[in-house]
């Protein structure tokens, strides 16, 4: 006969009724699963009905504006911008799996994210990496400006390698969820990333110190231009969201952040063409270098 002053019945019929519980709690839980389930299947098939509905939207909208270029028709572009800024919206709520860049990387998956929220927590994301990022471009080119170090010159690159293809994988989510972003900025940040690689491979010589010093100094003012070229499209692209020209996924440097004369404009166009006439200047350098040079990185960089 069992000994019952040793607890041992109980704890049994305590084991018992606990599995009693657990099983019922998870039979409960299965129904869920069974419902969400369908819900998900529901929300599938709506999505392919959307997807081909907004597929013909697009096209009926680009034969619109095409009608309005053709007419010349100015009284409505002001209603048809924000009809391009909606459209841009729902295309961000259906799946999509990015672009050719976008598909290296992740595969063949959709990378658009369902909640609307979550869309607006990663588009933040994006503007506070760029954020955090500044100090440390500004500290590492302070160091390559100090120290002719080639070691300093390679993590500054690898720096910039990983900067620009970051920017360049979340700008791709960014668009596949409805911003804005044109593809040519995209484009300006994959170019970027090529020429980091070609200055990592850019052999130490006379023609790399020659244009060295004249890089880093360009870099460094580009990136001051940058701090104040963003500071002022944030303004801008604030107001217009107030004005519902912009859609809640554009992000500063996109074509949403239209340029309107302002007395902040007017301090930075003059930043803004030193940096061209600059650019302009280590194009000729590097032609010059190109020239005489038996390396080709030189030239590739030019």
């Given at each position: ?65 095409k009608m309005m270029q ?10 048809v911008r924000q009809m ?111 020429v980091c690689f070609l ?104």
């Amino acid at each position: 006969a069992p000994n019952l002053s040793n607890g041992e019945v109980p704890k049994r019929r305590n084991i018992e009724e606990a599995i009693g519980e657990f099983r019922d709690q998870q039979t409960a839980l299965e129904r869920s699963v069974q419902e969400y389930e369908r819900a998900l299947e529901a929300v599938h098939e709506q999505q392919s009905r959307l997807i081909e509905q907004l597929k013909k939207h697009q096209t009926d909208f680009r034969n619109l504006k095409k009608m309005m270029q053709d007419t010349g028709d100015r009284k409505h572009v002001e209603e048809v911008r924000q009809m391009e800024s909606k459209i841009n919206e729902w295309r961000g709520m259906l799946p999509s799996r990015g672009s050719l860049f976008l598909r290296l990387f992740v595969g063949e998956l959709s990378v658009t994210l369902d909640h609307k929220g979550e869309r607006i927590r990663f588009k933040t994301e994006y503007e506070t990496f760029k954020a955090k990022m500044t100090p440390y471009w500004f500290i590492l080119n302070t160091l390559v400006l100090i120290w002719s170090y080639r070691v300093f010159d390679t993590v500054y690159h690898v720096f910039l390698t990983y900067y620009y293809v970051t920017l360049a994988i979340r700008e791709n989510i960014l668009r596949a969820n409805g911003s804005n972003i044109r593809s040519w900025w995209i484009w300006h940040h994959y170019l970027s990333v090529v020429v980091c690689f070609l200055f990592i491979m850019w052999p130490d010589g006379p023609e790399y110190s020659e244009f060295r010093q004249q890089f880093f100094i360009f870099s460094f003012y580009i990136g001051a231009v940058q701090t104040l070229q963003t500071k002022y499209q944030m303004a801008r692209l604030y107001t217009l969201r107030a004005l519902g020209q912009a859609n809640i996924m554009d992000v500063v440097n996109s074509d949403s952040t239209q340029i309107r004369w302002s007395p902040n404009m007017a301090v930075l166009v003059p930043f803004l063409l030193v940096g061209q006439a600059f650019q302009l200047y280590n194009g000729f350098c590097l032609a010059k270098i190109a020239i005489k040079s038996v390396v080709w990185q030189g030239g590739a960089v030019g």
